[in-house]
Nanobody, 115 residues
Framework: QVQVVESGGGLVQPGGSLRLSCTAS????????THWHRQAPGKQRELVAT???????TYADSVKGRCTISRDNAKNTVYLQMNSLKPEDTAVYSC?????????WGQGTQVTVSS
């Protein structure tokens, strides 16, 4: 079983920054890919960013140029650095980890962008 825990969310003013963390623990041999998703109230879940085992990254157009996904393999942690935050970035951000043992969601972390 793999446990996925997100952290780093909070309340930030427009134009501010946050760094979200996604840490996987438990019994697994390889993490193939990690996705960050977000879901705002009343809206569909949106794929925000992806990082593969090889380190290749992709971003949604809505965050491109403002967000950077990275990882620390030694800590089994993936980060999402978000800059120039906008009110429309307000959502619950969740991590989806695809590992040898299967695919696992975290519980999510709330990001609120408001003055």
């Amino acid at each position: 079983q793999v446990q996925v825990v997100e952290s780093g969310g909070g309340l930030v003013q427009p134009g501010g920054s946050l760094r979200l963390s996604c840490t996987a623990s438990g019994s697994f041999s390889t993490i193939y890919i990690t996705h960050w998703h977000r879901q705002a109230p009343g809206k569909q879940r949106e794929l925000v960013a992806t990082i593969s085992k090889s380190g290749s990254t992709t971003y949604a157009d809505s965050v491109k140029g403002r967000c950077t996904i990275s990882r620390d393999n030694a800590k089994n942690t993936v980060y999402l650095q978000m800059n120039s935050l906008k009110p429309e970035d307000t959502a619950v951000y969740s991590c989806y980890v695809v590992a040898t043992q299967g695919a696992f969601w975290g519980q999510g972390t709330q990001v609120t962008v408001s003055s």
